[in-house]
């Protein structure tokens, strides 16, 4: 079992930034563990479907961005502290959202909610005008 658990997100006004972290865990987790699951974030705002955002390989060395967040976001991995941060650029009014980090144990990339196994409960990111 893997609990995942977002900080960072806020209140920010348009062109700021802000770095989300998602700190991964288990009763057996570890480095080793955490450097087996493909990892990734989505975003939710209301009244929409939930949406891709970033993946990041299992050894980190593969990312893979939606296209709206091309050269805004950035998507890294520490797996020695068992974390996935999202550092977001440029934000715009657009951008707020829930933001939810997720692990697949079966894809190292994945852009569909169907592929992730496991789910953190989501930090709020709202960008004013």
């Known amino acids: 079992q893997v609990q995942l658990e977002e900080s960072g997100g806020g209140l920010v006004q348009a062109g700021g930034s802000l770095r989300l972290s998602c700190a991964a865990s288990g009763r057996t987790f570890s480095s080793y563990v955490m450097s087996s699951y493909g990892m990734g974030w989505f975003r939710q705002a209301p009244g929409k479907e939930r949406e891709f955002v970033a993946a990041i390989s299992r050894g980190g060395g593969s990312t893979y961005y939606a296209d709206t967040m091309k050269g805004r976001f950035t998507i890294s991995r520490d797996n020695a502290k068992n974390t996935v941060y999202l550092q977001m650029n440029s934000l715009k009014p657009e951008d707020t959202a829930v933001y939810y980090c997720?692990?697949?144990?079966?894809?190292?990339?994945?852009?569909?909610?169907?592929?992730?196994?496991?789910w953190g409960q989501g930090t709020q990111v709202t960008v004013s005008s």
């Open positions: 997720t692990a697949s144990s079966t894809k190292s990339i994945a852009t569909t909610t169907g592929e992730y196994d496991y």
